[in-house]
């Protein structure tokens, strides 16, 4: 096979693992840091109410719909016995609870869980939906000083934007004049004075309509919706303050509903009021990300790795590492030059080091090591057959392994019973392996390549310990497609090895 299929393929897998990484970054927002939080709120609304006895109970409740600047995470509708619909006509989203029959104080709950998201825009309405406006007039008295008002300010605007802006400061000016005084008669509080002003704007033809605001302010409790109101500027509706006229939602601000409709509508009940609280807390981005890619319909996310069970998550969270550490293998010893006892020895070695820490886990080797070549030495002037052979340091091993485990533990150092964690088959045949190349090559060589051997199992424990790593290999397990690129690429290489570079240095120079 040329090196040209071999550097396509490895092209081929690079883009791929790449092009899905960014998709997961870009579209679905997964985090390249682990340690990554997101700020999460929680809006709570408390419906109570007192119930008929003896008749049907039918709720009707604004709850929001989809708002702008944040990705809805997840929403709950507690009530005991009742039965639950949704309705969304476009503009508004009602939640709708009944049931047949029930009686005295009752409490309903709806919760809804936000995440800031810059990119998240409010839904449009379906195709074919109307956005209406409802028809809203003033009383007699009213519409005379609203018209003699709206005369004065039609002159200093260009558009329905500026003229409604140019109302609201006449409407809230501190030197009122009589028309502005008749219309502020009667108005209780934020609500009605702002259903007044979308009455007085469509006394001049201007398409407007109350919003209510559900402020995301920590902590929040027994709290209220906060009118506002929006103005039709030909192409979209502009948010505008009714207290002084500016543009825009405040600063962590959702809308909850719009229109005139009431946000509580009770039949076979009476003395409705609802109560909102609010919750601020953090949690990781990759939670959010992944509700988030759900709420897309991702099929991504559908066969994630996310989708295992806990326990199985926490195995592919190891796993994923090892090619990491094999890839790391075949670096050192085809680039760098290093000599080892085989490939998966010191991965699995590496894998150990993760559970005995890196100190004990290098004392422990080396000290098992040891005890095992004296033991082999010994094995061979028996003159045993090789699979007898290989069988005895099999059982020499797992005793010593016992052996140290006991000692440690009588001794108070409990780190030391993990000795049990190191691959019992690996150990008896990397003594095998040493004894023979002792035999063979001598005891530099063997010494050699065993101090290689843990030298890369100890490099393999720090590149399979970090964290960052780990998260991304669980979290974009297409990345492990780069690093199968790159193995495929060393795989061709035939240069000279850094360390012959060192060797040969005299020869190179002359």
Same mark, same amino acid.
């Given at each position: ?29 997964? %985090?390249?840091?682990?340690? +990554? ?6 809006? +709570?609304? *408390?419906?109570?109410? !007192? ?13 929001? =719909?989809? #708002? ?23 503009? *508004? ?45 003033? #009383?007699? %008295? ?41 219309? =502020? ?31 995301? !302010? ?43 409709? #009431? ?28 509700? =988030? ?15 295992? #069970? ?6 592919? *969270? ?35 080091? *993760? ?59 409990? =780190? ?15 003594? +095998? ?5 002792? +035999? ?36 974009? %397990? ?33």
């Amino acid at each position: 096979m040329s090196k040209l299929h071999v550097r396509l393929l490895a092209a081929v897998l690079t883009a791929v693992g790449l092009a899905l990484c960014y998709y997961k970054v870009e579209i679905l927002g997964l %985090p390249l840091l682990p340690t +990554e939080q997101a700020e999460v709120w929680t809006v +709570e609304a *408390r419906i109570e109410f !007192k119930a008929r006895r003896d008749t049907a109970v039918k709720v009707q409740f604004a709850i929001p =719909r989809a #708002p702008r600047g944040y990705t809805v995470l997840d929403e709950n509708f507690v009530a005991s016995d009742y039965g639950l619909t949704t309705d969304d006509n476009g503009l *508004r989203r009602q939640a709708r609870w009944a049931i047949r029959e029930t009686h005295g104080w009752q409490v309903l709950y709806y919760r809804i869980h936000l995440a800031k998201d810059p990119a998240a825009e409010a839904s449009p309405p379906p195709t074919g939906v109307v956005m209406p406006v409802e028809p809203q007039s003033l #009383p007699e %008295p009213l519409q005379a000083a609203a018209r003699g008002l709206l005369n004065e300010v039609r002159s200093k605007s260009a558009d329905n934007v500026t003229f409604a802006q140019a109302l609201l400061q006449r409407l809230n000016a501190a030197d009122a004049d009589s028309n502005v005084s008749l219309l =502020r008669q009667d108005i209780t509080g934020p609500d009605d004075w702002a259903r007044r002003i979308v009455a007085i704007l469509r006394e001049a033809d201007v398409s407007a309509r109350p919003v209510y605001l559900a402020i995301l !302010k920590d902590n929040a409790s027994r709290g209220s919706l906060t009118p506002w109101v929006e103005v039709f500027d030909g192409d979209s509706w502009v948010d505008l303050n009714p207290s002084s006229g500016e543009t825009g939602l405040p600063g962590d601000a959702i809308v909850w509903t719009v229109g005139s409709e #009431p946000l509580l509508e009770i039949t076979g009940g009476k003395n409705g009021r609802v109560e909102y609280s609010v919750r601020r807390h953090s949690q990781e981005m990759t939670q959010i990300a992944e509700q =988030r890619a759900r709420k897309m319909g991702s099929r991504i996310m559908e066969f994630s790795l996310f989708s295992l #069970p806990v326990k199985t998550q926490n195995v592919y *969270r190891v796993l994923l590492l090892v090619p990491i550490g094999a890839f790391l293998i075949v670096f050192l010893r085809n680039v760098v030059g290093l000599q080892t006892f085989g490939t998966f020895m010191p991965i699995l070695i590496a894998a150990a080091f *993760r559970e005995t820490q890196l100190l004990w886990g290098v004392a422990m080797f080396c000290l098992l090591v040891a005890l095992g070549l004296l033991l082999r030495f010994y094995l061979e002037s028996l003159k045993l057959l090789l699979v007898p052979r290989l069988a005895a340091v099999l059982i020499i091993v797992i005793l010593l392994m016992a052996m140290v485990s006991v000692m440690t533990y009588k001794l108070g150092l409990d =780190r030391g019973v993990s000795v049990a964690l190191f691959p019992m088959v690996i150990m008896a045949m990397t003594i +095998e392996r040493m004894s023979m190349v002792w +035999e063979e090559f001598g005891p530099v060589e063997a010494l050699k390549q065993g101090f290689g051997s843990l030298a890369v199992a100890v490099l393999g424990y720090l590149s399979m310990s970090s964290d960052y790593l780990g998260h991304l290999v669980f979290v974009f %397990p297409e990345l492990l497609l780069v690093v199968l690129a790159l193995t495929l690429l060393l795989g061709r290489y035939t240069g000279y090895r850094l360390l012959e570079l060192w060797r040969f240095r005299g020869a190179l120079k002359g």
